[in-house]
């Protein structure tokens, strides 16, 4: 029996029905679907916090809110900090064989400090621009090695509008890329890969939880 | 179809099994049958903090500036409580001394394929 036209996700009734009511054929073509779980290894972070105490970020004592180390024992400005005010500075930031893919679970890889997009992501969260509004993120890649190569991957369907994008690895010049296409910096280095989407009128990403996907791919080669 | 629910269920299993993370001094490429750290540095052996949300896993792992100083770190591996190893990656090398603490964050996806 050949089957034609034959529509994945009908249930049972309506594979049986589209089988012509044929017994025989029902359970083999059922064993042939199954759905399968992935487990995707993200990005690896690693690097180092200094807490040689040398520094302004010392733990010890803390004037009001503004950590120093240079009060008096016994100061009455001096509450003590509980933790090291700094943060740890990552050595590296791998990607297995190379691919980061970012899925907006989290703005984990997103700077927000320099994005003027609105952000809200979640179980039904979006990522929306108006016209030159940026989307800009963190390091994603940082291997010690000169970054020379890169190809960015964008996930199309959750994105409405037109969005310019641009690739820096040398930490200050960045460069136009085109979706798909294998780019070589004119300006290589080994500062670490960020992209930035800047939107050419309004724009909106999707990225509510049920995206499986992810949205931005990038592949260091 | 796999719902999300059931993706999450099997993330929080994952989660849930994640338990150390373990760094070594080896440079031995990694291969898919290995079973953990290629040299490892025992002391490293140290809890690690796990978090989920939606289909992401978090693991977060911190070394204070006291153990397993002196040693060039150019291996990280992830296990649970019964030292079975989730993965393995090599980077270049971190210098471990009494100045600084280690930190690593590693991070795990659940899709439908």
């Given amino acids: 029996m050949t089957i034609t036209n034959f529509k994945l996700g009908s249930s049972i009734s309506d594979i049986n029905s589209q089988l012509s009511n044929s017994p025989d054929e029902l359970p083999l073509l059922i064993t042939r679907f199954f759905e399968e779980i992935g487990l995707e290894e993200g990005t690896f972070k690693i690097g180092t916090r200094d807490v040689s105490g040398d520094g302004a970020w010392g733990k010890g004592f803390n004037d009001s809110g503004n950590t120093v180390n240079n009060l008096n024992w016994g100061a009455s400005t001096a509450v003590w900090d509980a933790d090291y005010a700094n943060s740890p500075s990552y050595t590296y930031i791998l990607n297995p064989s190379g691919y980061f893919n970012e899925h907006f679970v989290d703005d984990e890889f997103i700077d927000t400090g320099t994005s003027d997009c609105t952000i809200s992501l979640g179980e039904n969260g979006s990522i929306d621009f108006t016209d030159g509004e940026i989307l800009q993120s963190e390091i994603i890649n940082k291997t010690g090695a000169t970054l020379s190569k890169a190809t960015l991957y964008v996930n199309d369907s959750v994105i409405t509008g037109d969005i310019d994008w641009y690739l820096q690895v040398d930490g200050s010049n960045w460069e136009a890329v085109t979706v798909g296409e294998e780019h070589t910096f004119t300006n290589a280095g080994s500062t670490g890969l960020k992209y930035k989407a800047v939107a050419d009128g309004v724009v909106s990403i999707d990225t509510k939880y049920t995206t499986n996907n992810s949205i931005i791919k990038i592949k260091v080669s | ?113």
């Avoid at chain 2, 040693?71 to 980077?91: G, Y």
């Fill in chain 2, 1 to 113: 179809m796999l719902l999300n629910e059931g993706l999450m269920r099997v993330r929080e299993l994952l989660q849930n099994d994640i338990s150390t993370g373990q760094l070594g001094t080896s440079t031995d490429a990694v291969s898919q049958a290995q079973t953990g750290l290629q040299t490892a540095v025992s002391a490293s052996d140290q809890s690690v903090t796990v978090s989920g949300t939606d289909k992401l896993i978090t693991v977060e792992y911190e070394l204070d500036s006291v153990t397993a100083t002196g040693n060039t770190f150019t291996e990280f591996i992830v296990e649970n409580s019964s030292d079975e190893t989730f993965n393995r990656i090599l980077f270049t090398g971190i210098a471990h001394s009494g100045d600084t603490e280690v930190h690593a964050k590693l991070r795990f996806f659940i899709r439908p394929v």
